[in-house]
């Protein structure tokens, strides 16, 4: 019998705690494709559920890491075989069902999506749900009009995992991106990334007006509360705003003219899309999104380095992404 390593998660009286445990793939979550893991990630999402935060996980115990990337060992879905290299996030692994942190995962064969042409496993786990996220706020944006001519992107919350690498992926698409981050002693790893510009999220005022000086195509953000709502007072018109965060909060306080005036659309993005739609984005992430930095962007660590990554996310010391080898 197969027994592999795993960092599971444990409710106690005093908390969740998690620890490296030895399991066979009987005491994994049910599915019919068993996939070998080669890499996870370390998500915001997972720092969260890690240290017990938000409630994120209901059940335990419970694997975390809500991505991974390996190959098919066994399956009963004649859609995949043996060998198959594959992509897994979203349908709620990691936090209703087992996920990535483990050598080994057992997932049905409706969340299972080949690995594109163009990409390796450790790509793939470097860009992981978040570049996932940052690819498809582009697309979203784009369908909306916005084009490399239209002006600048603004990319706020800059040195996160999604930021670091929406960064990239503008850049190889012709945008002008401006970086906007607390972090100005990281302001080389951004220009590295493409940002032809770093801006100082600490200068950015309280609301003097509802509408400001026009200054944005299209801005991606991760931060929400007051950050979002500077973002909607200062685009141009037309602009368009992705939203896929709160890490300052979940409120906002705007008015409606930057939206009446303006014309400003402010989209939702949900990285927990259908199939036939993450199937196009990562195509793209694998293509014209690619991005060339995935280095600079990616730092590896081990399962028994989890603790200390779900504090450094917790705590913004982190930088850009960080891959969890598991063979």
């Known amino acids: 019998m197969t027994r592999f390593k795993a960092y599971r998660l444990f409710a106690g009286e005093d ?6 445990v030895d399991l066979s793939l009987d005491e994994l979550s049910p599915g019919d494709v068993v ?3 080669a890499y996870s990630s370390v998500n915001y999402k997972d720092a969260l559920a890690g240290l017990g935060r938000n409630k994120i996980i209901r059940q335990y115990p419970r694997i975390g890491g809500i991505d991974l990337f390996g190959t098919v ?5 004649p859609r995949f075989k043996s060998g198959d290299d594959v992509i897994v996030h ?3 692994i ?3 069902h087992d996920g990535g942190h483990a050598e080994y995962a057992r997932v049905p064969g409706d969340w299972v999506m080949p690995l594109p042409q163009g990409l390796s496993l450790r790509d793939a786990a470097t860009i992981g749900v978040a570049g996932f996220t940052a690819a498809l706020s582009i697309d979203l944006m784009e369908l909306n009009g916005l084009h490399p001519a239209a002006g600048r992107i603004a990319v706020n919350g800059a040195t996160g995992g999604v930021a670091s690498v929406a960064i ?3 850049t190889q698409r012709g945008y002008a991106v401006t970086a906007i981050t607390g972090k100005q002693s990281e302001r080389d790893y951004l220009t590295g ?3 032809s510009e770093v801006i100082d999220r600490v200068a950015i005022g309280a609301a003097a007006k509802p509408l400001e000086k026009e200054l944005w195509a299209g801005a991606l953000d991760s931060l929400g509360g007051d950050a979002l709502a500077w973002l909607t007072r200062t685009m141009q018109a037309q602009g368009v ?6 890490a300052l909060g979940p409120d906002l306080h705007t008015t409606v003219l930057p939206f009446i005036l303006r014309g400003v659309r402010l989209i939702g993005v949900n990285a927990n899309s259908p199939m036939p739609l993450r199937q196009k984005i990562w195509q793209r992430i694998a293509t014209d999104l690619k991005p060339k930095h995935l280095a600079s962007i990616a730092r590896e660590i081990r399962l028994d380095d989890l603790p200390d990554a779900f504090r450094s996310l917790i705590e913004n010391r982190a930088r850009g992404r960080v891959v969890v080898a598991l063979q």
């Not at 908390?15 to 490296?20: E, I, N």
């Not at 705003?241 to 709160?246: D, E, L, M, P, Q």
């Open 35 to 37: 996939i070998r893991n």
């Open 168 to 170: 990239d992926m503008l």
């Open 94 to 96: 990691g936090v209703d």
């Open 90 to 92: 979203g349908f709620g």
């Open 241 to 246: 705003i992705a939203s896929f965060g709160n």
């Open 15 to 20: 908390g969740v705690a998690g620890r490296l």
């Open 193 to 195: 990334l493409g940002a």
């Open 73 to 77: 060992s066994d399956s009963r879905d």
